[in-house]
């Protein structure tokens, strides 16, 4: 099977996020890293490639710098990697950024499965994977915690708030992946010098046909007309008990509404 992942290079959840003066991601102010739930996506494609052949390869969209998160899934086994990298990508939203992505599989060449993390850790909009399944006209299978194949079907145990359900079929088809479908492979030494050999294409927008009035900020269908920093906790209600301090708690939840 060949399979394609996405991943996608993310702010470090333990760093300082901001969002610029264009109200979008400033992705300078934190260090930046592979999205954990793309090691995750990367570990069950390798997984697949163990019990049934082929090869993984990964897709990128974003700046220079996410070859460093590409590099990282490379070390962790997969074969090689496209990475669509444009000045005019800056800013797109999830429906430019599926169209675009769905450019990119179709340049990887034979392809019968995408895996792809359930939402990023920057935007936690979760709904690209959804979105680029319907533009390629593929099967969607979403919020996968467990996968099984045999090469030309796929059926996984899908989670949802509601409880657990079975969803099959055939393949091609994209699916996402929960944090609990596996626990990720450490890169070896041996993979993280064999990933620096291994072929990465990069992607220009003129490579894959697509027109810049496609995509980035200025043409978005949706964006963020302002934003403000999140206010300061404020600080908790101090009941002192001096034999009435039930009744005080009882009047702060009326209060509040909570009772």
């Not at 979008?24 to 890293?33: F, K, M, N, P």
């Not at 996968?147 to 657990?164: K, L, N, P």
């Not at 993979?191 to 810049?212: C, E, N, R």
Request: proline share 4%; with cysteine.
């Amino acid at each position: 099977m060949n399979v394609v992942v996405l991943v996608k290079q993310v702010p470090d959840t333990n760093s300082e996020r901001r969002l610029s003066g264009e109200h979008v991601l400033d992705r300078e102010s934190a260090d930046a890293v592979l999205d954990e739930i793309d090691e995750r996506a990367v570990e069950e494609a390798l997984l697949i490639k163990e019990s049934q052949g082929g090869e993984v390869a990964l897709v990128c969209m974003g700046p220079d710098s996410a070859a460093d998160a590409v590099r990282k899934g490379l070390s962790m086994g997969a074969d090689k990697a496209v990475h669509l990298c444009d000045e005019a990508l800056r800013g797109s939203d999830a429906v430019q950024t599926a169209k675009a992505l769905a450019k990119v599989v179709g340049a990887v060449g034979a392809v019968d499965l995408v895996i792809a993390g359930n939402e990023a850790t920057d935007g936690r909009v979760g709904a690209v994977p959804a979105m680029l399944a319907e533009v390629l006209g593929w099967a969607q299978l979403t919020y996968a915690r467990k996968v099984t194949t045999d090469g030309s079907a796929i059926s996984v145990e899908r989670e949802t708030d509601a409880g657990i359900v079975g969803v099959e079929a055939e393949l091609p088809a994209v699916i996402s992946v929960t944090e609990k479908i596996n626990e990720p492979r450490y890169p070896s030494f041996k993979g993280i010098m064999a990933a620096k050999k291994k072929p990465i294409s990069l992607l220009t927008l003129v490579d894959v046909g697509i027109d810049a009035s496609e995509v980035g900020l200025g043409n978005a269908a949706s964006k963020v007309v302002s934003s403000a920093p999140k206010p300061p906790k404020a600080a908790g209600v101090k009941v002192t008990d001096e034999g009435d301090g039930g009744s005080a708690v009882a009047r702060f939840l009326v209060e509040e509404k909570l009772l």
